[in-house]
Each structure stands twice: as structure tokens, then as C-alpha cells.
């Protein structure tokens, strides 16, 4: 119980709006070996959205809960000066920098290898879990009915954003978080690569790919070959030349990021 208070759950963040719940715990004195094992994996607890990023937020960032904030400065409306700037508020320090490091090459692998493959981005290091929780009405669980959810973050090796999706319910779909969710958190991220001005990476994990999925491979470096070489170097990909010579000088995308098969690789020839 003492990693449940050191990560805020049934408290509240202190986040800057109204309302905010605390959220559900058992009673620790009446909990016996079930209830121990069902907090393990989140049943008969709840926990609020902003609750939920902030643990998680700690668990990646090496260690420290902050308090969260919506409003990072106030101005003043004529002269547009600085009134107040809210700095981050480190509450404590939850788990040690080598276990943020462990957590986040587990986070990455579930979307390099597991149920959250749906929110991979080659080239880039994304890392997440999946939730799929059972709804609850008057004390009994639903069935077929669950609250589907993603977390997901990125670069997975020093963390920028984190996004949380949840869908309530949804019809006519497989009930996993996996299927649901992280195609969603994917197009954010998505979105935040050119907002946040996120680098491409050569170091993430290699996704396994199913015979479903539209494969990709690492971009090989051509330059300095001859066109014939060239060409079958490429053969997964489309090839458009330009030039009047037969060595290639210059090739787009870069060598040794990720590429769509099938994709067009540019090739200058000198």
C-alpha cells in the first residue's frame, strides 16, 4: 500500500479545477489476500483521468510526482506582461531513475511487441499500456460492457507527452484498449511529433510485424553504388532517379530509419 500512496491514488492531484474526486480505495484494514490481488490489476478500485497520468507520468520521468496544472502563466490583458508564471511542483520522489528507466523499456515493448502495437510509429520510440476495465452498476460488474483505454507516451527514452485515451463503451468493435484506443493515442502523437518538434530515432525497438500489418524495413545506404547495385539494394521499394550519371550520390529518405515497402526512395545520380 505504500507505493498506492506514493503515487497519489485515492488522494487528490491538486490540479487547478473545480471538482476533482479522489477516486476509490479498499479500507486497508479490510483487505485480505483478494483485495490485495484485484488492486494488483486495478479491479474494485478506481482511479480519476488526471490521476491516472500523473502516476503513470512518475513512473517515466525517473521518479518524481508533480502536481499538475491546466494554466501555465497568467498575463495581463492590456500590456500582456507577466503577472504569474506557475512553476512545476515536485511532491516527492516515488521510485529511483534506474526503475523510471526499467518501467519505460517495458512501456516501449508492449508497443514494439504487445497488445500496443497500434499506437507504433516507425522511426519513433513510443511507449504505452493498454487497459481494458470492467464497468460496474450497483456493486455487481457488466458484462459486455468496459471502459477501453490507452496510455501512451513519447520518445519512450526521455518522455515529452503523455496522452490517455478511454472509450466508454463502444458498439460493434472487439473489446480490447489495444484495438480501441491506441489507434487514437497514435494519431495524437502523430500530431505531436510536428507540434513538439519531435526527432526521428534509429535506436527504438524493431516492431514484430504480422502478416495483417503493411511492413517496413530499414532504409539501406546506398549511396556511393553503382545504379545497377542500387536498384536491386531497392528492390522492396519504387526508385525515382534524377541526374545523368550512374553513381548515386545523394538518396532520400536517409539510410537506416524505417521505410514503408513499396515507398518511393529518391536517387540522385552523378
Not at 512545476?88 to 515493448?109: D, K, M
Amino acid at each position: 500500500m505504500s507505493y498506492i500512496d506514493a503515487y497519489g491514488f485515492g488522494s487528490k492531484t491538486g490540479i487547478d479545477l473545480n471538482g476533482e474526486a479522489t477516486g476509490i480505495l479498499f479500507d486497508v484494514d479490510k483487505m485480505g489476500p483478494v483485495e490485495l490481488a484485484t488492486t494488483s490489476f486495478g479491479q474494485g478500485i478506481s482511479v480519476t483521468p488526471i490521476g491516472q497520468i500523473r502516476a503513470v507520468s512518475a513512473a517515466i520521468n525517473g521518479g518524481t510526482l508533480y502536481t499538475p496544472y491546466i494554466v501555465g502563466a497568467m498575463l495581463e490583458s492590456e500590456t500582456n506582461s507577466l503577472i504569474k508564471k506557475i512553476e512545476p511542483n515536485a511532491v516527492r520522489n516515488v521510485i529511483s531513475e534506474e526503475t523510471s528507466s526499467l518501467v519505460r523499456y517495458a512501456l516501449e515493448n508492449v508497443v514494439a511487441n504487445g497488445s500496443g502495437k497500434n499506437a507504433y510509429i516507425e522511426n519513433y520510440r513510443v511507449g504505452g499500456k493498454t487497459g481494458t476495465a470492467q464497468k460496474v452498476e450497483n456493486g455487481t460488474y457488466l458484462d459486455n460492457n468496459y471502459i477501453l483505454s490507452f496510455m501512451g507516451f513519447m520518445p519512450a527514452d526521455d518522455p515529452e507527452i503523455v496522452v490517455y485515451v478511454a472509450i466508454d463503451n463502444p458498439k460493434g468493435v472487439t473489446q480490447y484498449g489495444g484495438v480501441v484506443s491506441a489507434p487514437i493515442a497514435r494519431s495524437v502523437l502523430l500530431s505531436a511529433i510536428d507540434i513538439l518538434d519531435i526527432e526521428p530515432s534509429k535506436e527504438g525497438m524493431a516492431k514484430e510485424y504480422t502478416w495483417l500489418d503493411k511492413k517496413y524495413s530499414i532504409l539501406p545506404n546506398v549511396v556511393g553504388m553503382n545504379k545497377e547495385d542500387a536498384t536491386k539494394a531497392l528492390k522492396a521499394y519504387k526508385i525515382e532517379y534524377s541526374g545523368s550519371g550512374d553513381t548515386v550520390i545523394y538518396q532520400s529518405p536517409s539510410a537506416g530509419y524505417y521505410v514503408a515497402e513499396g515507398e518511393t526512395i529518391m536517387l540522385l545520380l552523378d
